[in-house]
């Protein structure tokens, strides 16, 4: 059983340019949660998502940022006119269907290292 | 929001016990421990739900004290492959049953011979 498949595991960008990252989540899960990291510092929650809908987006910024987790294929996390501030590391988690996380563990992806040049 | 972590970094002897606490200013559902190496993803270590359970994973264990808002992450006899950042995650109770992890800022441990 794969685990959580993130890609690109690095993407150079320049500014204004726009970045989508990808994160197909194990099988059988229907719950993906996106989390960003700047070095040194801890996981930031951005967007909660399951299938076709999105639970709960209190940690994206209102501009630029936008993400989906379609019916069909991976959950996308798209960033339009990126700026040097985006640079990090954005991760994936996914758990299983259920009452969230509450009786369950959230299995990470490998991440997306952006670089905004 | 943000539960708080300490020590931020702590530095053992192989051998030597270490204690990392997380608390929160929210009421809490559960607690998740998680643990990161340099450049890898995040990876699980053990869950706590509201009850005060106690779990334990090999020489790891960790505790809840929900009246409190407290949990706190026991190393004992750490190995050089305990090294890493330890990052506690949160999840506050919701009636809605559905809350997204909250994570600390992490406690650097590092093992050395």
Known sequence: ?117 | QQPVQSPQAVILREGEDAVINCSSSKALYSVHWYRQKHGEAPVFLMILLKGGEQKGHEKISASFNEKKQQSSLYLTASQLSYSGTYFCGTESQSYSGNTPLVFGKGTRLSVIA
């Open chain 1, 1 to 117: 059983n794969a685990g959580v498949m993130q890609n690109p595991r690095h993407l150079v960008r320049r500014r204004g340019q726009e970045a989508r990252l990808r994160c197909s989540p194990m099988k059988g899960h229907s719950h993906v949660y996106w989390y960003r990291q700047l070095p040194e510092e801890g996981l930031k929650f951005m967007v909660y998502l399951q299938k076709e809908n999105i639970i709960d987006e209190s940690g994206m910024p209102k501009e630029r940022f936008s993400a989906e987790f379609p019916k069909e294929g991976p959950s996308i996390l798209r960033i339009q006119q990126v700026v040097r501030g985006d640079s990090a590391a954005y991760f994936c988690a996914s758990s299983p269907p259920g009452r969230g996380l509450r009786r369950t563990e959230a299995f990470f992806g490998q991440g997306t290292r952006l670089t905004v040049v």
